[in-house]
C-alpha cells in the first residue's frame, strides 16, 4: 500500500514540477502584459479567461475527458479514442457556429458591444482546446510522461514568444489587421493577448497532429448511449463547479457600485484581483498535478480489497502538504508579489491571496470526497453537491459584493467551497465508506486560524527584526509538519 501511494506520489512531484515549468512561462506572460495593459485593460482580459472563456471550455469539452479515462481500459484505447474524438468533433461544430451566430447578443448582453471581436477569438480559443484534450488525456493514460510535459512546455514557451511578438513590436499586429481586413481593422494590446493564445494552442495541436493518425469515425448506438449517459452527470457537476470558481468575477462588475472604492475604479480592481488570483500557483498547480496523476489512480485500485485505507491515505496527505504550501505562502506572499508582480498597480489585492489559495485547497480535498460517488456509481449526487455550491456562492455574491467589493467575492468562495466540502463528506460516507482520519481535518482548521494570523505574528516578532521573525515562523512550520509526518507513518505501521 505505501508503494501504491508512493507511485502516487512520484507521479504529482513529475506533473508538479512540469507545471511550475509551465506555468512560470505563463508568469512570464503575465509579466509582459501587466507591464503594457492598464489595470482597467486586464481587467477585460480578467473576465474573458476567468468568465466567459472558462464555462465555455465546460460546454466545449462535455466532460469528455473524465469520460474517457472511465472507458479507455473497458472499451479499449484506440476504439474509446476515436469514439469520443467523433463526438468532439460533432459538438465542437455545432457549438462554435451557434456560438458565432449569438456573439451579437452575448456581447449586447455583458456590455462588451466595444469588445466584440474578442468573442471570436474566444470561439478560437475554445475550438483548439477542445481538440487537444484527449491527445493529452491520451498520452496520460498510456504513461507517455514525458511527451506530455514536452507538449504542455513548447505549449507555454510559444505563448512567451507570440506575446512577446505582438504586443511589444506593433508592427506585427499591424500586419495582421491588414491580413484580416486589408488595413481596415486596428488591432490593440488587448487583441495581442488572445491572438498570442490561439497561436500558442494551434502550435500545440500541431505537435499532436500525429495522435489522430489512424483516426476513424465511430457512431456505434450503444457505445454512444453508455458514454453520454455517464458524461451527462459528470458535465454538469464540472459545469456547477466551473460556476463556482467564475460566478464571484462574473458579478463583480454588475454588483459592486460604481463609486465603492475611493481611490481606484472598480474595473481597476477587477484586474488587481485577477493577477492576485494568478499567485496562488503553488497551491493551484500542486491540486492540478495531483489530479492528473490521482484520476487514473483511484479507478486502477477501486477493486482493491484495501482500497479505503488507500484513499483515506492519499487524504491526509493531500491535507498535509496542502496545508504546509498555505503557510509558507502565507508568510511570503508579499515578496513573492513583488518578483511575480513587479508593477506595483496590480498588488493593491495580495492580501486575498491565501484566502484564494485556501480555496483551492478545500475543493482538492472536496475532490478527494467525491472518489466515493464515482466508485459506488453515484455520480449525481457529484452534480447536486456542486450545484448546492453554485447557489451558496450566488447567495453570499448577491449579499455582500455589493458590501465588502472584492473580498465578497473571496468570502462567497470560501462559503460556496466548503459548503460543498461538508456536504461532500456526509453524502460521500453514505454511498462508499472511507475512514478518513479527522485529524486531517482539525490540520485544516488550524492552518486556517493560523494563516489568518499571521501577519500579526510578523509584527508581533519585530522585536527579533524581519529576518529573524521570518526564520522562526518558517522553522516553527517546518517542526510542526515534520512531526505530524513521523506520527502519522508510526500510526500507518502499527495498523499494518
Given amino acids: 500500500m505505501h508503494h501504491t501511494v508512493k507511485t502516487l506520489g512520484k507521479e504529482t512531484i513529475i506533473y508538479s514540477i512540469s507545471n511550475i515549468i509551465v506555468r512560470g512561462c505563463s508568469y512570464l506572460v503575465l509579466l509582459l502584459q501587466t507591464n503594457l495593459l492598464t489595470p482597467s485593460g486586464y481587467s477585460i482580459v480578467t473576465e474573458f479567461y476567468g468568465s466567459y472563456i472558462a464555462l465555455g471550455h465546460v460546454i466545449y469539452d ?85 511527451k506530455f510535459l514536452l507538449v504542455k512546455f513548447l505549449q507555454a514557451f510559444a505563448h512567451i514568444i507570440f506575446s512577446f ?14 491580413w ?61 463547479f466551473r460556476i463556482n470558481e467564475t460566478l464571484p468575477v462574473l458579478c463583480f462588475r454588475k454588483l459592486v ?35 492528473y496523476a490521482a484520476e487514473p489512480f483511484f479507478f486502477a485500485n477501486s477493486d482493491r480489497k484495501e482500497a479505503p ?22 508568510i511570503n506572499v508579499d515578496w513573492i508579489a513583488k518578483i511575480l508582480i513587479p508593477n506595483a498597480r496590480y498588488r493593491h489585492t495580495i492580501d486575498t491571496v491565501p484566502y484564494l489559495a485556501f480555496v483551492h485547497i478545500i475543493l482538492g480535498i472536496y475532490y478527494n470526497l467525491s472518489t466515493a460517488f464515482k466508485l459506488s456509481n453515484h455520480t449525481q449526487y457529484n452534480t447536486w453537491i456542486s450545484a448546492w455550491g453554485s447557489l451558496v456562492i450566488g447567495l453570499t455574491a448577491f449579499l455582500l459584493i455589493p458590501r465588502f467589493g472584492h473580498w465578497g467575492c473571496v468570502y462567497a468562495s470560501i462559503s460556496g467551497a466548503v459548503a460543498m466540502g461538508l456536504l461532500g463528506y456526509y453524502m460521500g460516507q453514505r454511498c462508499y465508506p472511507i475512514p478518513y482520519p479527522k485529524q486531517g481535518f482539525l490540520i485544516l482548521l488550524f492552518t486556517f486560524l493560523v494563516f489568518r494570523k499571521i501577519p500579526l505574528w510578523r509584527t508581533k516578532l519585530a522585536f527579533l527584526g524581519i529576518g529573524w521573525a521570518y526564520i522562526c515562523l518558517h522553522i516553527a512550520i517546518l517542526a510542526f509538519f515534520f512531526i505530524l509526518i513521523v506520527v502519522w507513518k508510526k500510526s500507518t505501521k502499527l495498523k499494518t
Fill in 309 to 330: 485505507r488507500l484513499y483515506s491515505q492519499t487524504m491526509y496527505v493531500f491535507i498535509l502538504v496542502s496545508c504546509f504550501c498555505l503557510l509558507l505562502l502565507s
Fill in 257 to 291: 457600485p460604481s463609486n465603492f472604492y475611493t481611490i481606484h475604479t472598480k474595473e481597476e480592481i477587477l484586474g488587481n484581483f485577477g493577477a492576485s488570483c494568478k499567485l496562488t500557483v503553488c497551491i493551484a498547480l500542486g491540486i492540478q498535478a495531483f489530479k
Fill in 62 to 146: 462535455l466532460a469528455m475527458d473524465v469520460t474517457y479515462f472511465r472507458f479507455v481500459h473497458r472499451l479499449g484505447k484506440s476504439y474509446t479514442f476515436n469514439a469520443i474524438i467523433t463526438i468532439l468533433f460533432a459538438t465542437t461544430f455545432i457549438f462554435s457556429i451557434l456560438l458565432i451566430l449569438l456573439i451579437p447578443q452575448i456581447a449586447k448582453l455583458t456590455n462588451h458591444l466595444v469588445h466584440i471581436r474578442y468573442f471570436y477569438y474566444m470561439t478560437g480559443i475554445l475550438i483548439l482546446d477542445t481538440l487537444l484534450m484527449i491527445p493529452l488525456a491520451r498520452l496520460r493514460v498510456e504513461k507517455k510522461t514525458f
Fill in 165 to 178: 511578438i505582438l504586443l511589444y513590436c506593433p508592427i506585427s499586429l499591424t500586419r495582421i489587421a491588414y
Fill in 180 to 240: 484580416i481586413g486589408s488595413g481596415q481593422v486596428s488591432l490593440n494590446e488587448l487583441d495581442a493577448v488572445f491572438i498570442a493564445n490561439v497561436l500558442s494552442s494551434t502550435t500545440a495541436l500541431a505537435l499532436l497532429f500525429g495522435q489522430f493518425k489512424g483516426f476513424y469515425w465511430v457512431w456505434h448506438r450503444h457505445t454512444m448511449q453508455m458514454i453520454g449517459r455517464y458524461a451527462a452527470t459528470s458535465f454538469f457537476t464540472i459545469l456547477f
